[in-house]
T-cell receptor, first 115, second 113 residues
Framework: NAGVTQTPKFQVLKTGQSMTLQCAQD?????MSWYRQDPGMGLRLIHY???????DQGEVPNGYNVSRSTTEDFPLRLLSAAPSQTSVYFC??????????????FGPGTRLTVT | AQTVTQSQPEMSVQEAETVTLSCTYD???????LFWYKQPPSRQMILVIR??????QNATENRFSVNFQKAAKSFSLKISDSQLGDAAMYFC??????????FGTGTRLKVLA
């Protein structure tokens, strides 16, 4: 099992550019989520999904779009990058079955810099 | 609103000694889950320990244990026999099962040889 994978690991964007951060998991988890990590602020939830075709907003959704067309993939789109979106982004997944542990499995993160 | 507070931005401990990291939370829910995650310099988030609110017994994983005080809404992590590899950022996290997870701001633990 690869677990949760994220690409790219590092990215530099210019203000106004768009891009997609990729996230995939091979554990057949229904729940997937995106966080951003900023110094002194911990991890903040951007968007999450409880299954294919179902997404919802987290704490800081503005400037980001998501979609979930398959169980495995949950891409995060930055429509028009801004310097305030410079951060480390984590994708995570969790099972929602009857024996749900509520534990999240995290990807390795993507460090994004917007200049 | 649900919140998680880690009031210690940084802690230090001598190798082989014991250290306790603090976490308090606020919720009106009665059923919820609490976690401690470790983030070493590699940036990978690693689950250290998990506690279900309905369980009165404190969770233990080898050298890691928690002191869960439900009435006080406190969830501290005790690391015994500290090792150099324990140096990392530690995050306390909460979920009430609504699919939203709340993280604290983290405590940086330094282990002194």
């Amino acid at each position: 099992n690869a677990g949760v994978t994220q690409t790219p690991k590092f990215q530099v964007l210019k203000t106004g550019q768009s891009m997609t951060l990729q996230c995939a998991q091979d554990m057949n988890h229904e729940y997937m989520s995106w966080y951003r990590q900023d110094p002194g602020m911990g991890l903040r939830l951007i968007h999450y999904s409880v299954g294919a075709g179902i997404t919802d907003q987290g704490e800081v959704p503005n400037g980001y779009n998501v979609s979930r067309s398959t169980t495995e993939d949950f891409p995060l789109r930055l429509l028009s990058a801004a310097p305030s979106q410079t951060s480390v982004y984590f994708c995570a997944s969790s099972n929602l079955g009857r024996k749900r542990s509520h534990e999240q499995y995290f990807g390795p993160g993507t460090r994004l810099t917007v200049t | 609103a649900q919140t998680v507070t880690q009031s210690q931005p940084e802690m230090s401990v001598q190798e082989a000694e014991t250290v306790t990291l603090s976490c308090t939370y606020d919720t009106s829910e009665s059923d919820y889950y609490l976690f401690w995650y470790k983030q070493p310099p590699s940036r990978q988030m690693i689950l250290v320990i998990r506690q279900e609110a309905y369980k009165q017994q404190n969770a233990t994983e080898n050298r890691f244990s928690v002191n869960f005080q439900k009435a006080a809404k406190s969830f501290s992590l005790k690391i015994s026999d500290s090792q150099l590899g324990d140096a990392a950022m530690y995050f306390c996290a909460f979920t009430s099962g609504t699919y939203k997870y709340i993280f604290g701001t983290g405590t940086r633990l330094k282990v002194l040889a």
